[in-house]
């Protein structure tokens, strides 16, 4: 049997998922502090299921470990996913993360395919889910108005935010730097037609309501990629096509300290202010979490107006957030792929043939995660 290699032990990782993997997988957790990772396996539920193992600095025990035909799976920060992935390649071992492709990944998956090897990614929550959502709502857009279309508008918008607002509308469950940190990186989408770009995308912030509740969104990363990956035919003329945040209404407002210092670009007084903030607005054990993703699609065909929209919104337990079950659970869905022999080698990503779809939802509606469809 092979085994899976699950490098890293957060709060991003989830019961429902690694449970089920354990049941069907040799599970092997690796994390820094030996103690910690005891921990973390008895709050997952996994004691006698899963072994565990520590992370040494230089990975010599995880190198030595690794046997062609295991899974590693980075659930650390996305700089260290390259590394872990060039590791893996070199026992000739399979890759997974929920992270995007970046540039060093690809690098790293090149041969991949020839050496049999798949190299997942984007596998998650955003990116993961949202990708499964898209796809479907292209695909019956087309069955429904063809490859012609006019004023075609594309908008999806995920958030983690606290389940009950606090004056911050935000309280931190993953690395403080990395959330204030992302606010300095420009956007770029499709707006009245035609490309834009915003230096600081908080500075392209929309209200945007989402059945009877007013959130605050605006728009990340470089959205122009998901066009062609999504499967828009060149015959719809896209009005709007964003990738973006979703947050509590009165973000931006709340926000405002944390802006300027990100204007500054002083990288100090930004960590000090993420360490500041996380010790004021952490995540505690009576505080439930809240994920909401919305991908809709609409636009005006030769027989009239048709408008698809997916929504997944969900309320974290005591046993269980609802980010760690929306980030794991697809994540350890595909890896169970991998073990199976279904997914065929190289770099992938979840959904990225559209037939993928419906198993997935499927799989995600079953144990928790059900996203709901309106197509009028």
Known sequence: MSTVHWVGVGLSNGRTGLGLLADHADLVLWGRN?????RRVAELGLTGRARTATLDPNRTALRDAVAPGDV???????????????????AGAHFA??????????TGADGAAEDGLVVLTEAGLDPGIDHLMAHDLVRRAREAVGDDAARVRFTSYCGGLPAVPNEFRYRFSWTPFGVLAALGAPATYVDGGR???????????????????????YPNRDSLPFVRRYGIPRGWELDA?????????????AWAEVFDVVRSGDRDRLRGLAAELAERYPTTEDDRDRVVLEVA?????????????????????????AMARCVTLPLTYAVGRVLDGTVPPGLRWAGQEPPEVGPWLEHLAQHGVRCTLEVT
């Open 297 to 321: 699609l609409e636009m005006v065909g030769p027989d009239g107006p048709w408008r698809g929209r997916y929504l997944l919104d969900l309320v974290g337990e005591a046993e269980e957030s």
């Open 34 to 38: 030996p103690e910690r990772v005891r």
């Open 72 to 90: 590693v799976v980075s659930m650390l920060p996305g700089t260290e996913h390259a590394d872990l992935l060039r590791l893996a390649r070199q």
């Open 97 to 106: 993360c929920s992270s995007y492709v970046s540039p060093a990944i690809e």
């Open 241 to 253: 096509f964003v990738r973006g945040t979703l947050r509590n209404e009165g973000w931006r407002a």
């Open 195 to 217: 490309p834009r770009t915003v230096a600081h995308p908080w500075e392209a912030t929309t209200e945007h309501r989402v059945g009877d509740e007013v959130f605050e969104v």
